[in-house]
């Protein structure tokens, strides 16, 4: 069975781990969570637009090296520990995703969102550090990232609000109208037709 890769991801957000993270941005826990979680699906998508299984292996080489890499358990789907360090070790991935997209995303994120910009910033460099860290973990989603990516799109477009999906390159009316189509589908006016 194939994971859901977002759902997947949001499970190494534990309350320990906003906490942590609060402590350097004093947010609020729920905008900090939401900020991650459009965060998660914004570089899902980030990777899916500008996907090269040559940059792919290089960043989960690179990533290796990293603290944050070292800071993660990934059986148990935790970060073991929390600091500074994907301040400086998510830009380099974040470049190679978004290219010159990524101060007006992190912008984005900072008004969609109702965060500060520091803080989406640092949010965004923690998700692409997050990504890179569990697809070097597990090589069998990797191996088939671009499928998985293709699969769940709809899904991790839903997370993201329409600002970010515009400057990504998605159609907002596309998420709309399936997410529309299966909620009124199954109407009970629909079984009956109209009367």
């Known amino acids: 069975m194939t994971p859901n890769l977002q759902i997947e991801l949001r499970r190494f957000i534990s309350s320990n781990v906003i906490s942590k993270l609060n402590k ?7 905008l900090l969570i939401k900020a991650i979680d459009v965060s998660l699906g914004t570089v899902l998508m980030g990777c899916y637009n500008n996907f090269d299984e040559k940059k792919i292996e290089e960043m989960t080489n690179l990533i290796q090296d990293s603290t944050f890499f070292k800071e993660v358990d990934f059986a148990a789907s935790r970060i073991l520990s929390v600091d500074d360090n994907y301040k400086v070790e998510g830009n380099e991935f974040l470049e190679q995703i978004f290219t010159s997209k ?6 984005m994120i ?14 965004l460099n923690f998700s692409a550090l997050l990504i890179i860290s569990y697809l070097q973990y597990s090589a069998e989603v990797t191996s088939s990232l671009k499928l998985l990516l293709e699969d769940q799109k709809r899904d991790i477009l ?5 600002g970010i999906k515009i400057i990504l390159g998605f159609s907002c009316y596309e998420t709309v109208e399936e997410k529309n189509n299966s909620r009124f589908g199954r109407s009970f006016f629909n079984l009956f037709g109209n009367i």
């Open 158 to 162: 839903n997370s993201i609000p329409p």
């Open 110 to 123: 900072s008004n969609e969102v109702g965060i500060k910009s520091e803080t989406a910033r640092e949010v």
């Open 102 to 107: 990524k101060a007006r995303i992190t912008e």
């Open 24 to 30: 350097f941005y004093f947010e609020n826990d729920a």
